[in-house]
C-alpha cells in the first residue's frame, strides 16, 4: 500500500511566522511533488524533485522553497508566512520510470495565515 | 499544449442514478491516463488508470472509464450513485516520457437523497 504522510494537517500562524510543511514517503519513489490547491479548485504544481538534491519549480510561482537531502523527505519550508499563502498544499511521489506517471498523494496540510 | 479539460464544475445527481463525468484530452500520442477523487479535506485517490489495451477500464469503488481516441476522451461513469460518492474528481494525463502529470480542472459531484 501506498505510504505518504504529511504533517501537520492543520496549522494555523501568524503573519511572518516561518513554517515548514513536512513529506515523507516510505515508498522508494524518486520524484516527489509540491501542489498548492485553493479549496474547490483545481491543483497547482508549486516545486518538484527528480531524486536527492533535485528541486525544480512548478508551472505556479511560489514564494516557498524545498529541499532533498533523502530520498523519503522533502519539506517545503515558508520563510515569511503571509495571509496569501492560506490554502491546501498536497504532496505525492511517483516512481522515475514505469507506472505510467502515476502520483500517490498525502492527506494535505490545510494551512491559514492569519 | 498538452492539456486535459473537464467542462462541468458541477454535478448533481440523485441517489441510485447513473453518473458520467467528463474528460478530454489534448496530446500528440495516446496519454496515460487517470481518474482521481478527493473527498473534502483529503489528499488525491486514484480511482483507476489507463495505459493501454482494453479501453474499457475498471476501478475501485465501481467506477469506470472508457478510452475513446476518436473523441479524445476518457469519461468516468458508475451505474448507481451512493451518497458516500459525493466529492471532488480529477482526470489527469501523461505522456509517460518523465513528464508531470497534467490534470483538469475537477468536476464536484454533489449527491442528492
Known amino acids: 500500500e501506498a505510504d505518504i504522510y504529511q504533517t501537520p494537517r492543520y496549522l494555523v500562524i501568524g503573519t511572518g511566522k516561518k513554517i515548514t510543511l513536512e513529506c515523507s514517503q516510505t515508498?522508494?519513489?524518486?520524484?516527489m511533488y509540491w501542489y498548492q490547491q485553493d479549496p474547490g479548485m483545481e491543483l497547482h504544481l508549486i516545486h518538484y524533485s527528480y531524486g536527492v538534491n533535485s528541486t525544480e519549480k512548478g508551472d505556479l510561482s511560489s514564494e516557498s522553497t524545498v529541499s532533498r537531502i533523502r530520498t523519503e523527505h522533502f519539506p517545503l519550508t515558508l520563510e515569511s508566512a503571509r495571509p496569501s499563502h492560506t490554502s491546501q498544499y498536497l504532496c505525492?511521489?511517483?516512481?522515475?520510470?514505469?507506472?505510467?506517471?502515476?502520483?500517490?498523494f498525502g492527506p494535505g496540510t490545510r494551512l491559514t495565515v492569519t | 499544449a498538452q492539456s486535459v479539460t473537464q467542462p462541468d464544475i458541477h454535478i448533481t445527481v440523485s441517489e441510485g442514478a447513473s453518473l458520467e463525468l467528463r474528460c478530454n484530452y489534448s496530446?500528440?500520442?495516446?496519454?496515460?491516463l487517470f481518474w482521481y477523487v478527493q473527498s473534502p479535506g483529503q489528499g488525491l485517490q486514484l480511482l483507476l488508470k489507463?495505459?493501454?489495451?482494453?479501453?474499457l477500464v475498471q476501478g475501485i469503488k465501481g467506477f469506470e472509464a472508457e478510452f475513446k481516441r476518436s473523441q479524445s476522451s476518457f469519461n468516468l461513469r458508475k451505474p448507481s450513485v451512493h451518497w458516500s460518492d459525493a466529492a471532488e474528481y480529477f482526470c489527469a494525463a501523461t505522456d509517460n516520457a518523465g513528464n508531470m502529470l497534467t490534470f483538469g480542472g475537477g468536476t464536484r459531484l454533489m449527491v442528492k437523497p
Open positions: 496530446y500528440g500520442a495516446t496519454p496515460y
Open positions: 489507463y495505459f493501454s489495451g482494453d479501453t
Open positions: 505525492a511521489s511517483s516512481e522515475f520510470r514505469g507506472a505510467g506517471g502515476e502520483q500517490y
Open positions: 515508498m522508494g519513489h524518486d520524484k
